[in-house]
T-cell receptor, first 114, second 112 residues
Framework: DAGVTQSPTHLIKTRGQQVTLRCSPK?????VSWYQQALGQGPQFIFQ???????QRGNFPDRFSGHQFPNYSSELNVNALLLGDSALYLC?????????????FGSGTQLSVL | RKEVEQDPGPFNVPEGATVAFNCTYS??????FFWYRQDCRKEPKLLMS???SGNEDGRFTAQLNRASQYISLLIRDSKLSDSATYLC?????????????FGAGTRLAVHP
């Protein structure tokens, strides 16, 4: 049983570019949450998707957008990249809500913006 | 003020020591509480949930004080393999849905 998978594992971009990160949830999970973790900080909630809709959102600008597909996989898109967007981006999957069950994280995508 | 605040660390302790981490949260409406462990450059993994009555899992004991909005994690008989960052996590209700709010983490280094 595959856990949460993310791709790519590492990515290097330049300022102003756009990036798309991908996530496949654990089998049986239907909810995907995205987090940004800067060096030395805890993960910061970006947004959560359920039934192909953004269910809630953290304090991130509109440059950050996402999508969930019918097979529950998800994408995170970031436009007009800034140096400060350099971070580890984590995807977490759960069933319906992240509280009643254990939240499973993928190993993340390390994004470097130069 | 951050929603979840933790001891900054790092904590450097010898094997066998007992170490305690503290965490405070600002949202009195938070319903669920967790400790996650994160190894360097890896994803966070759930260590244990935290209940009002306190709970224990082997060498790990977690306590919750709702009145003080305070959470703790006690590790007894530290092992080298306990070296990691420990993240305090609380839930935040928004728009009818819960999301997890992470603290910045406390780094633990256990040495021989």
């Amino acid at each position: 049983d595959a856990g949460v998978t993310q791709s790519p594992t590492h990515l290097i971009k330049t300022r102003g570019q756009q990036v798309t990160l991908r996530c496949s949830p654990k089998s049986g999970h239907d909810t995907v949450s995205w987090y940004q973790q800067a060096l030395g900080q805890g993960p910061q909630f970006i947004f959560q998707y359920y039934e192909e809709e953004e269910r809630q959102r953290g304090n991130f600008p509109d440059r950050f957008s996402g999508h969930q597909f019918p097979n529950y996989s998800s994408e995170l898109n970031v436009n007009a990249l800034l140096l400060g967007d350099s971070a580890l981006y984590l995807c977490a999957s759960s069933h319906r809500t992240p509280v009643s069950e254990k939240l499973f994280f993928g190993s993340g995508t390390q994004l470097s913006v130069l | 003020r951050k929603e979840v605040e933790q001891d900054p660390g790092p904590f450097n302790v010898p094997e066998g020591a007992t170490v305690a981490f503290n965490c405070t949260y600002s949202n009195s409406a938070s319903q669920s509480f967790f400790w996650y462990r994160q190894d360097c450059r890896k994803e966070p993994k759930l260590l244990m949930s935290v209940y009002s009555s306190g709970n224990e899992d082997g060498r790990f004991t977690a306590q919750l004080n709702r009145a003080s909005q305070y959470i703790s994690l006690l590790i007894r008989d530290s092992k080298l393999s306990d070296s990691a960052t420990y993240l305090c996590v609380v839930t935040s209700l928004s728009g009818g849905y819960n999301k997890l709010i992470f603290g910045a983490g406390t780094r633990l280094a256990v040495h021989p």
